[in-house]
């Protein structure tokens, strides 16, 4: 069990570029979730998937940003045409079923600048 | 819809001092509270999570509370140390969804 692994860790890009995100559960979690944080604030949800399925998508999630997870494995977060306000960390967590009362085990996140 | 409050925002302490973090949340319908703590710059580590149907979690020096009819819950610091400082995160887990909504979190600094 080797955690949750997030890639990369920074990231620094500039106004209009897209980014990509790649995120690793812990083997065989069916749940996987996408958070961000600013600075100063708590995680905000943006997506969740159970299995290779996103479930639900928050109103922060615009057009401008996609989430798949292929093979019900890894996920990957691309963000197209970034601007300044998506500078955060870019939190991803997994849990075994998706059960309630289930313990959420995050990665260290992608620190994104936007520039 | 849920909102989850932390109080006080920070907090600076000298070592050994039992300490209480604060945690109110709005709507009582919820499976669980959770705890977590953040490290600059680092993800999340759960500490405790408490069940709706439960009023504490022990966790070596951690104890946290939930008392549900009034929203609230607390996390108690037992003998403070300096590997204690970080940020502490409350998060509550609704009924009607399947994502948790976070506190703003406290920021702690237990100094020697």
């Known amino acids: 069990d080797t955690g949750v692994s997030q890639d990369p860790r920074h990231k620094i890009t500039k106004r209009g570029q897209n980014v990509t995100f790649r995120c690793d559960p812990i083997?065989?979690?069916?749940?996987l979730y996408w958070y961000r944080q600013t600075l100063g604030q708590g995680p905000e949800f943006l997506t969740y998937f159970q299995n290779e399925a996103q479930l639900e998508k928050s109103r922060l999630l615009s057009d401008r940003f996609s989430a798949e997870r292929p093979k019900g494995s890894f996920s990957t977060l691309e963000i197209q045409r970034t601007e300044q306000g998506d500078s955060a960390m870019y939190l991803c967590a997994s849990s075994p079923t998706g059960s309630s009362n289930e313990k959420l085990f995050f990665g260290s996140g992608t620190q994104l600048s936007v520039l | 819809k849920q909102e989850v409050t932390q109080i006080p925002a920070a907090l600076s302490v000298p070592e050994g001092e039992n300490l209480v973090l604060n945690c109110s949340f709005t709507?009582?319908?919820?499976?669980?509270l959770q705890w977590f703590r953040q490290d600059p710059g680092k993800g999340l580590t759960s500490l405790l999570l408490?069940?709706?149907?439960?009023r504490e979690q022990t966790s070596g020096r951690l104890n946290a509370s939930l008392d549900k009819s009034s929203g609230r819950s607390t996390l108690y610091i037992a003998a403070s140390q300096p590997g204690d400082s970080a940020t502490y995160l409350c998060?509550?887990?609704?009924?009607?969804?399947?994502?948790?909504?976070f506190g703003t979190g406290t920021r702690l600094q237990v100094f020697p």
């Open positions: 709507d009582s319908a919820i499976y669980n």
């Open positions: 408490i069940q709706s149907s439960q």
């Open positions: 998060a509550a887990d609704p009924l009607d969804t399947d994502k948790l909504i």
């Open positions: 083997s065989e979690h069916n749940r």
